[in-house]
RNA sequence: GGCGACGUGGCCGAGUGGUUCAGGCAAGGGCCUGCAAAGCCCUGUACAUGGGUUCGAUUCCCAUCGUCGCCUCCA
């Protein structure tokens, strides 16, 4: 089974899994408020990789995402926007699964909304009350941090240590809180306010609860993985403990977490320093799989600089893999070589190892390049192996696909043209080509093209 | 103040106590080609600095310098 870093145990250690063949995850989701930057796809990213990875090894994931559709931030865009917040919710949300479906994400096995969950949140609540965990202010309800006995497990600091430091920010509902650190449960709402009623009044739930409690209906206790970017690992995923350790309930079993997104200067690309770079940019100006194979060839775990020259590597990169793609398209299907996809499960097996993989990758494709120009049949266990590993890395390859007839045409032109020897109306033909977006390769079998 | 990450050859980016080696991109040379493209072969003695441990350190330890992150709502 998979060996993978847990942040709980500051180490990387076996997934283990609370029912055999079967892989529970639990993911945070966006708030939906905004265009997706750069960091949310490295994230969805990293674990629609692991995700698919698991399956190729033949276990069973179910995978839930939710999305946060209640939140300061939505409330705020639609005030200042004037507009409903149910609009940008709506609309950030079509967005963001377009632009997972353009970056090749599958699809989340479940969906959950924060609102359709708001009663399920308050009942929760109620019991946290109930139990003395948790406690009702004029402005809402918290959780008392000091009654978890393992708080700041996540964070690796001690609570008293946590407060030591951040003074500057200011810290929401701190003059009714019994400790700094309580953390809303429930916010009672202001004039205008969307909200659902509850026990302490008209309001909306805290941001931490949402997970909690969708994650646990849909996956049940001690699900396998909960994973996020590194930013949530605290408070959000130590705040989402909290509650059910509080409630007496087993949780995530292992806890994953990718890094950040950085500038090229090294700095976090974040929402809150403004120095966006927009998700949506960067896959309308390059191949969207370039993104991917970026971050496959950098550990998840690793910050990763989202630069020109980066994704210009990267591109090149793919060219390569798709005319390998291309010229290996018509070869016999065979079952892929057994040693390469050993030693890709024996590092992807340890702590999802991508840079290793891809590695393993280019080397499988130029061996297979190699005994194909030597024409050498194991090409085609090669190729499998490479059509299995990609598979595995979401990867999908470029084989040229379809061409229009007339560009075939004019390829059966050239190809008449080299053989009559008349190799300006053979470059004359070639350039055209091109000019029209083609890549040409005019092999002994023939001329090829490719987009 | 606390916790943590990182400094690798032109660029990106892995990894390891010791002969050979990540990988991608770029560069130079070669093979192939009518010329290209695609592909293949060859070429770079890198690991922030100063100590220490060791027969031997880029890899372990300590210190220094530098960069960055988290410490209440940002993937």
């Given amino acids: 089974m998979m060996r993978l870093y847990d942040t709980a145990t500051r180490g990387v250690r076996e997934l283990e899994l609370r029912e055999p063949g079967t892989v529970s995850i639990y993911l945070c989701g966006p708030t939906v408020y905004g265009p997706p930057h750069l960091g949310h796809g490295r994230a969805t990213l990293v674990y629609d990789v692991l995700r698919r990875y698991l399956e190729w090894s033949g276990l069973k994931v179910r995978l839930a995402s939710n999305i946060t559709d209640i939140d300061d931030s939505i409330i705020n865009r639609a005030n200042r926007e004037n507009r409903p917040w149910q609009d940008i919710t709506t609309k950030c949300e079509a967005v963001w699964f377009e632009a997972m479906g353009k970056l090749g994400v599958a699809r989340p096995s479940d969906v959950p909304h924060a609102t359709e ?33 393992d708080y700041g497990l996540l964070a690796n600091q001690r609570l008293s240590d946590m407060i030591e430091g951040g003074g500057e920010r200011e810290v929401f509902g701190a003059d009714n809180k019994r400790h700094p650190a309580d953390f809303a449960l429930w916010k009672l709402a202001k004039p205008g306010e969307p909200a659902w009623p509850s026990p302490w009044g008209d309001g909306r739930p805290g941001w931490h609860s949402e997970c909690v409690v969708m994650s646990l209906d849909l996956l049940g206790e ?60 960067l896959m309308e100006h390059y191949d969207p799989r370039a993104y991917r194979m970026l971050l496959l060839q950098s550990h998840y775990r690793g910050p990763v600089s989202v630069g020109q020259d980066n994704i210009d590597a990267a591109v090149k990169a793919l060219s390569g893999l798709d005319s390998f793609a291309a010229r290996t398209a018509s070869l016999p299907v065979v079952d892929p070589d057994a040693d390469v996809l050993a030693r890709f499960r024996e590092q992807m097996d340890d702590d999802l190892d991508t840079p290793s993989s891809t590695a393993l990758l280019f080397d499988t494709v130029r061996r297979a390049n190699a005994a194909l120009d030597a024409g050498d049949p194991s090409v085609a266990s090669l190729a499998a192996a490479v059509g299995e590993m990609c598979t595995a890395f979401g990867l999908v390859l470029n084989a040229g696909g379809d061409v229009p007839a007339e560009a075939l045409a004019k390829a059966a032109a050239l190809d008449a043209a080299r053989a009559a020897r008349d190799f300006a109306a053979a470059d004359a033909l070639r350039a055209d080509l091109q000019a029209e977006g083609f890549t040409v390769e005019t092999t002994k079998d023939g001329t090829q093209l490719r987009r």
């Fill in 117 to 149: 969950y708001v009663d399920e949140m308050v009942a929760m609540i109620g019991q946290l009350v109930e139990i003395g965990r948790a406690y009702s202010t004029d402005d809402g309800v918290y959780l008392s941090v000091e009654t978890v006995a």
């Fill in 222 to 281: 001690g699900f396998d993985l909960h994973c996020g970017g590194m930013d949530l690992k605290f408070p959000h995923h130590e705040n989402e403990r909290a509650q059910a350790v509080a409630l007496g309930k087993r949780f995530a079993n292992h806890w994953m977490h990718n890094g950040f997104v950085v500038d090229p200067v090294g700095e976090k690309m974040s929402k809150s320093l403004g120095n966006v770079t927009n998700l949506l940019d």
